[in-house]
């Protein structure tokens, strides 16, 4: 059975970070791709390959759209890394892939509603002082 891969396309850093030890703009660059290329290796995906791809974009309401160019790096995992049932639904009987299946699924919690009419809060407490305007508090006008 050939193996099935799932991707992810990353937007490539458009500028360098700086870093100590790194002379010039090349170095800085090279670090910032460094950094999400290994970000991404940490998380189990493999770099594939970077890509320049054109794009349409609006440039404003009124305007029309204009073309730019934008990089990306692609990486890609075998499909289910890290997902430990996916290996009893390859190989295994029907009883075992039921299991496994019954297992995976959780109940959703019971959730419960106040009656209809019920007030859903208490009164609203009113100010001991008029707020706002300059005006004193007077019940004598």
């Known amino acids: 059975m050939p193996v099935l891969y799932e991707y992810r396309v990353l937007p490539a850093p458009e500028r360098g970070r700086r870093v100590r030890g790194a002379k010039g703009p ?3 660059f090279a670090h910032a791709l ?3 290329m290994n970000e991404m290796a940490a998380e189990g995906w493999e ?3 970077a890509e320049s791809l054109p794009s349409e ?3 404003g309401l009124f305007s029309g759209s204009s073309r730019t160019v934008r990089n990306v790096l692609v990486f890609r995992r075998p499909r289910g890394a890290g997902a430990g049932q996916d290996a009893a639904f390859r190989h295994g009987s029907p ?3 039921a299991t496994a299946a019954a297992a995976s699924v959780h109940a959703l919690p019971e959730r419960t509603y106040p009656p209809l009419g019920a007030p859903s809060r208490g009164p609203v407490p009113r100010p001991d002082r008029p707020l706002g305007g300059a005006r ?3 019940d004598e006008d």
């Open 57 to 59: 974009e609006r440039q």
């Open 95 to 97: 009883e075992e892939i």
């Open 47 to 49: 770099y594939v390959r």
């Open 26 to 28: 090349a170095e800085r």
């Open 34 to 36: 460094e950094d999400a």
């Open 136 to 138: 004193p508090w007077n």
